[in-house]
């Protein structure tokens, strides 16, 4: 990827709804010659779609618990996200180092509604134990930005 690329997906992670001529005039391209690059960078996988951002909170869902789950045996990640898909409460869920297996984002609409949804996680044949961390309040939230600077941001602004 370029760098007119990663200003493209900079401005469309800041702005998803942008023409192809809004981002063009930004960028110092024409509307054709965007599209054709984002059309490719969907083709490679850089990005992966357009979506809404919506908050969670407005549509009932602003319980949120973070659940390290570990495992009965050895399990692998295809049949751990196997196991935590078919709950409607999980967020998002993540293979870690250290000692979980996993860790799942969940989202509840209550905490009796999250009581009920960690039962039924527990409940899974693979998990073994877990330990859970309700969310009281997100400080920070940001969408990945690519940078064409260096990937390690401690060494950005230092030379």
Not at 123 to 145: G, K, N, Q, Y
């Amino acid at each position: 990827m370029n760098e007119l690329d990663q200003r493209i997906v900079s401005y469309l992670v800041r702005d998803a709804r942008a023409s192809y001529a809004e981002i063009g005039h930004d960028v110092g391209l024409s509307a054709p010659a965007v599209k054709r690059r984002v059309d490719r960078l969907l083709d490679e996988g850089v990005l992966r779609g357009f979506t809404a951002v919506v908050d969670p909170e407005a549509l009932g869902w602003g319980t949120e618990a973070f659940v390290e789950m570990r495992c009965a045996g050895n399990v692998s990640p295809a049949r751990i996200r196997g196991a935590v898909e078919c709950l409607p409460e999980v967020a998002a869920a993540y293979t870690v180092s250290g000692a979980a297996d996993a860790i799942v984002h969940l989202r509840a609409a209550s905490i009796h509604h999250m009581e009920s949804a960690l039962e039924r996680l527990r409940a899974l044949e693979i998990v073994e134990s877990t330990v859970s961390t309700v969310v009281l309040s997100t400080l920070l939230e940001r969408a990945p930005v690519p940078s064409a600077r260096t990937s390690n941001p401690h060494e950005q602004g230092h030379a």
